[in-house]
Every structure is written in C-alpha cells, then in structure tokens.
C-alpha cells in the first residue's frame, strides 16, 4: 500500500458548498441508482427513502446534502453538472412532485423521504447515510418490500467508501511512500525533489499526456472560480445574510494599484482576496475544486495566484509544480490522519489546505525537499486543535474568512522555511500523527455539528 493519492483525484471538480456534504452524497446517490439500473431492479422501485447520520445529519440541510442526494440519484455527477440543477431538487419539492431515476424510471417523491438521524453515528465514519428502495407492497399487507439498500460514508474531499469496504488496492507505483521520513529518503535515494517524484507515481497511473491535461484542467477551474468570485457581488444563501465582500475588495485594490504614489505593498491583501472569491462561490454553491476540500477550497488557489501574481519568473509549468507537490504532502495527511472536518475538525481540512499550500509554494520558491517538508509542518502545526463550528449549519462563517487568513499563514511558513536549511524539531509525520489525535480527542459538537462553538455563541438574525 501507497500514501499517495493522484492529483485528479484529491484535486476533484466538484460544486459548494461542502465535498463531504454535497459531492460525497451526489456520488454516493448516483452509485445506488447505477446499481439498481445494473442489477435490473429498476423498474420494480415504487419510492426510495434516505437516511442521514451523524455529521450529515446535522448539517446536511444548510449544506445542501437532500439536494445533492435526489440530484445524483437522478443521474448527475458533480464534476459535470450545472450546480442550478442541483440547488432545489429536493428543497423546491412540491406536493405531489416525481423524481426521474437515472436509467429513465419515475417514482413520487416528497422531502418527508430524505430523514435527519443527527444523532445517530455509524461506526464506519461520521458522515454517514443509507439509501433505500422499496417496491411493491408484500401480500398487500402494506408493508413496502425492500429492493435495494446500501450504506454510504463519505469520508471527506468527495471521497466515499461502502459500507464494510476494505482499504482498496491501489495501482503499483514506481516511488511508494507511507510517511515523509520515506519521502524524504526516495528524494534523496533518487536525487529527485518532491514534486518530481509524484510526477513519476501520477505517469505511471496516467500517462504524461493525460496527466497534464488534468493538471491544466484543475488550474482552470480554480482559476475561473477565482474570477467570478471577485466579479460577483450579493447576498449569499441560507439565511445569515452574510455579503460577498471580494469582489468589492478587488475593485479597492485595483484602484489602489493605479495610484502613482503607493505607501503599501497589497500583496497579502490580494492573497486574501483570491481565497474570499473562492470560498464565497462556494458557499453560493458554485464551481469549485476540492482541495482538498470545498470548506478549505480556497487556500491553495489563493496561494497559485498569489505566486503567479507576485513572483517573478512563475508560469504554468510552475503551476504543474505547485499541484503535484501540494498532492504528495495532502495524500500522507488524507492517508495518516484525515482530511474530514467531521471527523477530525477544522484541523483536518483547513489545516491539511494550509499545510499542502505551504509546502507547494515553498517548492516553486525553490525550497529543498527538506525545506518543503519543514514548511508544511509549520502550516499544520498552527492549525492544531481547530475546531469546525460553522454558523447555522452554513459553509460561511468562520469558514470564508479561515481560508483568506490560512492563505497567508501559507505564505509566511514558507517563506520561514526558505530562511532555514529544513533542519527542524518536529517533522511533518509528528505533526500529522498529532492532527490525528487530536481528532479523535475532540468532542463530537467540535467537529462540523454546530452543536458548539461559534455556532451556539452567535445569535442568528
């Protein structure tokens, strides 16, 4: 077994506003109807039932998880789709409202059929959820017989696992590594550098042609979301009212920058910007890029375009770098620890963001391997212990603002790095170890509930 897990995979093309709460279930949801397509019991289902646990339970409605799930049950894939189909597939359900399952069959459907179970918690993960679909009645007792039920987990980023999966084999990869200590050593056995030694795993799994295509194809997707992020102006949905505020610092930035006689350099000021554009469209639901989440999507495009902005010399090549660097540190943290804020905190996912945004810049800034390894720690070591807490169930607050100042806590580990020759105390396996423990010493209400924290000490207008 490998860590390393690809760059298409941990950098998936998904919409907000959550990967563990929104892509996850769309995937999940369109597995189960694909199996029932594929097992030819489609035609038998009269109504099917979704029950949601734990974490999804609790904040699955302010994260649109009843939406995604009657959207990929009908076929939809989150990469693909346009996120205004997805927005009020079961939120907009009327009275007598049908669903057309994936595979072309039509049953009634009501929002009485999606089921909050917040506190109940499958052992397999935090988020949880159990699809059901029942046929016709038995012997007319009225007792719906059950066709087809699966279990679900979606364990974070869009990943998900069946219930009782075992840890998939993966693709025999040329450069393996389960910890830092052994990517560091492959670096020096192979007088590679870290990003260099993905590449070689990511060719042997796709191909150089597939492979940049791919990379190019995530970049211009974050791009574009930074984009219309900072062009877009307006209240953000689910009741906080809370006001899009990159688009309005960008045009203060631009006017600033035009300025003949300037006292202050604005690229921090920027770097926030970019990740405020980001985590906005997301929280509207949007376009965005796990990365390795939705709810810390916004750090490493804030930090690419911050290095294409403001380093001189960087291009898009370097970009391919920056990607591939930032997935060899995201895969030992997703491997050895988790990138779930239900299951870990906020740790786990803006941490793991900030970590894997840190180390990418301090490669393309021409950092060693060593001094890669030493900035992504120090990004993760600061993140240690933070909870997720968001405000009415929403990906908004803290969550947009904790991307913009994580952003820079990126940049500033990495340039700390480069000042140093990677020599450090405490190693990134340490520190992932750590963010592991303190996961699992959290209290339940700390970890994408709502049940604490900010979410029970700030009154809702």
Sequence with gaps: MTAYVSALDLFSIGIGPSSSHTVGPMRAARVFAEHLQ????????????????????????????????????TGLRPESCDPSEVHAAWSGLGATATITLLGGHTIPISQHDVHFEPRTRLPGHPNALTITAFGSDECG??????????????????FIRHDG?????????????????????????????????????????????????GLDAIWDAMHVCVE???????????????????AAVRMRLEEYDRLPLRDRDTSTEWLH????????????????????????AGIIPAVGHYYLRFVRGADAAGIRRYLLTAVAIGSLVKANA???????????EVGAACAMASGALCAVLGGTPRQVENAAEIAMEHHLGLTCDPV????????????????????????????????HLVSLDAV?????????????????????????????C
Excluded at 141 to 158: C, K, L, N, P, R
Excluded at 274 to 292: D, H, K, M, Q, S
Excluded at 399 to 421: F, K, M, P, Q, Y
Aim: hydrophobic share 40%; glycine share 14%; proline share 3%.
């Design 38 to 73: 594929q097992t030819g019991r489609l035609a038998e289902v009269t109504r099917i039932r979704c029950s949601l646990y734990g974490s999804l339970g609790s904040t699955g409605l302010g994260h649109g998880t009843p939406d995604a799930v009657l959207a990929g049950l």
């Design 141 to 158: 007792a009225g007792a719906q017989a059950v066709v087809w039920e699966e279990t679900f987990y979606s364990i974070g980023g869009g």
């Design 165 to 213: 999966d075992r840890v998939r084999a993966v693709a025999a990869q040329p450069l393996p590594y389960d910890s830092s200590a052994e990517l560091l050593a492959l670096c020096d056995a192979n007088n590679l550098n870290i990003c260099e030694v993905a590449r070689r795993n990511e060719e042997a799994l796709h191909g150089p042609v597939v492979l940049d295509a």
């Design 228 to 246: 219309s992020g900072l062009n877009t102006d307006g209240i953000l949905p689910g009741g906080l009212t809370v006001k899009r505020r990159a």
């Design 273 to 296: 910007a970019f990740a405020l554009a980001v985590n906005e469209e997301n929280a509207a639901g949007g376009r965005v890029v796990t990365a390795p989440t939705n709810g810390a």
């Design 338 to 348: 988790s990138i779930s804020g239900a299951e870990g905190g906020c740790q786990a």
């Design 392 to 423: 009415g169930g929403l990906v908004q607050v803290p969550c947009i603002e904790r991307n913009a100042i994580a952003s820079s806590t990126a940049v500033s580990a990495a340039r700390l790095a480069l000042h140093g020759d990677g020599t």
């Design 432 to 460: 992932i170890e750590t963010m592991r423990q303190t996961g699992l010493d959290m209290m339940t209400k700390y970890k994408e509930t709502s049940e604490g924290g900010l979410a029970v000490n700030v009154i809702e």
